[in-house]
């Protein structure tokens, strides 16, 4: 996640005690296979997943014949991405986005570019769009906390109590013990799992918030709002 939006990360050189080192990164990421096993909430935020179609058996071809034939075509791939990257460069400073998804500057950047790539004016972020509800439609179907909560939310307008209480609540509902001693050892973990969870978890009908009470004893609260509706679960911790 950090290398796809850039970070960066500080060290001593060597192990010595040289001067600081630090390295700043920023850089898109292709992963290919059948089952990439992308699991974090947090990359998956900011992945585009594409389903490349079967090839047919007609369709295949050798090692030998694929390179003749891409560079003939290298010429006219290289004019097609040059002039995608001129109309870019030349509409981003007048390109405007109402509602900007996450990977702003990527989403800005390409819709600069859609009169090159012969697309209609919006048909990228619509697509992209639905890319995203599908990815997040997916991972929250394999999620059992995302069901759990929402099963939690069944019939009540108010549900409060401990982290802890929360995390035994989600054991009874999910029941799955394997699940919780390899992914939620602790209520800690389920705190900071719901913490990357956030974006997701939002997609699919429900708020989480993180509060402090005010006063002397200063108790964090979880607070979780159903959308649509007016139930609303506060967790303390």
């Given amino acids: 996640s950090r290398l796809a939006t850039g970070g960066g990360m500080s060290l001593r050189a060597l192990y010595t005690d040289d001067e600081e080192m630090i390295l700043e990164a920023k850089r898109p990421i292709i992963l290919n296979g059948i089952d990439v096993g992308i699991e974090r909430h947090d990359l998956l935020d900011r992945a585009i997943l594409i389903q490349l179609p079967r090839l047919r058996e007609n369709e295949r071809m050798d090692e030998a014949t694929f390179w003749k034939g891409y560079y003939q075509d290298r010429p006219k791939i290289l004019g097609g ?110 705190g900071r799992r719901l913490r990357r969870s956030v974006t997701f978890i939002r997609q699919n009908g429900l708020e989480i918030e993180f509060n402090r009470e005010s006063g002397g004893n200063r108790t964090r609260f979880i607070t979780i709002k159903r959308l649509k509706g007016n139930n609303i679960v506060g967790v303390k911790e």
């Fill in 81 to 190: 991405l040059l002039n995608v990257l001129v109309t870019g460069l030349r509409n981003l400073p007048n390109t405007k986005v109402d509602k900007l998804p996450r990977m702003a500057d990527f989403a800005k950047w390409v819709v600069a570019c859609e009169p090159a790539l012969d697309w209609k004016e919006g048909e990228f972020l619509e697509v992209y769009r639905e890319n995203r509800e599908e990815i997040v439609e997916n991972v929250l179907e394999a999620d059992p906390v995302a069901g759990g909560l929402q099963k939690l939310l069944e019939g009540k307008d108010l549900w409060t109590g401990t982290i802890s209480e929360l995390y035994q609540r989600l054991k009874e509902i999910i029941n799955d013990d394997y699940f919780f001693k390899k992914n939620l050892a602790s209520p800690k973990i389920l």
